[in-house]
T-cell receptor, first 114, second 111 residues
Framework: DVKVTQSSRYLVKRTGEKVFLECVQDMDHENMFWYRQDPGLGLRLIYFSYDVKMKEKGDIPEGYSVSREKKERFSLILESASTNQTSMYLC?????????????FGQGTRLTVV | KQEVTQIPAALSVPEGENLVLNCSFTDSAIYNLQWFRQDPGKGLTSLLLIQSSQREQTSGRLNASLDKSSGRSTLYIAASQPGDSATYLCAVNSGYSTLTFGKGTMLLVSP
């Protein structure tokens, strides 16, 4: 089974801190994604990556950056955390393809910024 | 821009009922559609993937259909059980494997 693992289930950080959310997948998938999920807004794409050192902005990249130094690992960085970044963060991965690309998600990281 | 709508937003049924969850999307140029389950505070679990060339997929008590031309998909759950209680999300892949999600249907199955 594909496994996508996020480093933390729960995080509490202070406003202004630099925050790293880590995601690792074990199936050699080319594509990796970061989404955030908020009540009433659903899931929204922050950033994605097709390959090592490549990144593309999603729908809501402001206030975030990402890093992909190895194929299996995709990190989401909050340069200076703010209270409006309190949310559930979900990482996903897929193989490269079109019709048959099934997305697999991690267990989520609930981030609270105080 | 692709938009995905799920109806109803919430559904409560007694155990044993068959039920249908609906998903509609505005742009029919999709590669596939995926149904997920999410338990409270957890990540997403993939239930079914329907490729754009397919009409339906089945897994156990679950059956998902796709009518790409009309922009609709349904998830049919047969003989519902309390363990089916969760939020069900549909997502469409319109390219580059990025997904556009609906806001989900929260299902409660009572014993």
């Amino acid at each position: 089974d594909v496994k996508v693992t996020q480093s933390s289930r729960y995080l509490v950080k202070r406003t202004g801190e630099k925050v790293f959310l880590e995601c690792v997948q074990d199936m050699d998938h080319e594509n990796m994604f970061w989404y955030r999920q908020d009540p009433g807004l659903g899931l929204r794409l922050i950033y994605f990556s097709y390959d090592v050192k490549m990144k593309e902005k999603g729908d809501i990249p402001e206030g975030y950056s990402v890093s992909r130094e190895k194929k299996e690992r995709f990190s989401l960085i909050l340069e200076s955390a703010s209270t409006n970044q309190t949310s559930m963060y979900l990482c996903a991965s897929t193989i490269w393809g079109t019709e048959n690309t099934e997305a697999f998600f991690g267990q989520g990281t609930r981030l609270t910024v105080v | 821009k692709q938009e995905v709508t799920q109806i109803p937003a919430a559904l409560s049924v007694p155990e044993g009922e068959n039920l249908v969850l609906n998903c509609s999307f505005t742009d029919s140029a999709i590669y596939n559609l995926q149904w997920f389950r999410q338990d409270p505070g957890k990540g997403l679990t993939s239930l079914l993937l329907i490729q754009s060339s397919q009409r339906e997929q089945t897994s156990g008590r679950l059956n998902a259909s796709l009518d790409k031309s009309s922009g609709r998909s349904t998830l049919y759950i047969a003989a519902s059980q309390p363990g089916d209680s969760a939020t069900y999300l549909c997502a469409v892949n319109s390219g580059y494997s990025t997904l556009t999600f609906g806001k989900g249907t929260m299902l409660l199955v009572s014993p």
